[in-house]
């Protein structure tokens, strides 16, 4: 990344973090779900999403295949190119929390570096890790893309769990076992997280 200029400086604005915070009557978060493809993240936070959208929450889901679609469309799938996909994401979280949303993010982040570098961009409390406890086979099973399947016969290079590694979460604040559990006790999970913190 280059060097920001010295002449481009933060403006700071009039209307704070605190009092979007208090527009909307809840504190502002992001909410990192990680795991390999197939293990429900985004299903999970969108499910998440609906549920607090019933309690007039203001939220909004950042979806791997969606960012790609714009954002991030200028990237492949190489580790570099990884990387520079969760460093734009964490990004555009931190401006979301500042917007006061509670912002789920719903991308298979693979390493470890970054996702730790999402959460340092913000401050412990701002930041929750969910770690999709999938295993491989399920996740193989499931294959609702058929991506597994395509990764197995040499069509897709760098595929998360095959032919490019995953990094499980050391210390996430919650591991959810998207493989047995239901989708509603999963959802629960995240909420009671959410009560817990005082962020809804």
């Known amino acids: ?5 010295k002449n481009i400086v933060w403006h700071n604005a009039t209307i704070t973090r605190a009092k979007r915070e208090q527009l909307n009557q809840h504190r502002s978060i992001v909410l990192w779900f990680t795991g390999l493809s197939g293990a429900g993240k985004s299903t999970l936070a969108h499910a998440v999403e609906d549920r607090l959208h019933q309690l007039n929450c203001r939220t ?6 969606n960012v790609r679609h714009g954002l991030c469309g200028d990237l492949g799938f190489s580790d570099q190119d990884r990387r520079e996909n969760i460093r734009r994401v964490a990004e555009l979280a931190k401006l979301m929390l500042e917007a006061g949303v509670i912002t789920l993010t719903a991308f298979i982040s693979p390493f470890r570096a970054e996702r730790d570098l ?3 961009l913000l401050t412990s409390d701002d930041f929750i890790e969910i770690h999709c406890a999938c295993s491989l086979d399920v996740c193989e099973k499931r294959d609702v893309k058929g991506l597994y399947k395509k990764a197995r016969q040499g069509e897709i290079a760098n595929f998360t769990g095959i032919s490019s590694p995953y990094e499980r979460p050391e210390n996430p604040e919650l591991t959810i076992d998207t493989g047995s559990m239901s989708l509603d006790e999963c959802v629960e999970q995240v909420l009671v997280l959410l009560k817990n913190r005082n962020v809804i």
């Not at 990344?1 to 200029?5: I, R, S, T, V, Y």
């Not at 909004?60 to 295949?65: E, K, M, N, R, T």
């Open 60 to 65: 909004f889901v950042l979806d791997g295949d």
């Open 118 to 120: 999402a959460r340092n």
């Open 1 to 5: 990344m280059e060097k920001l200029d």
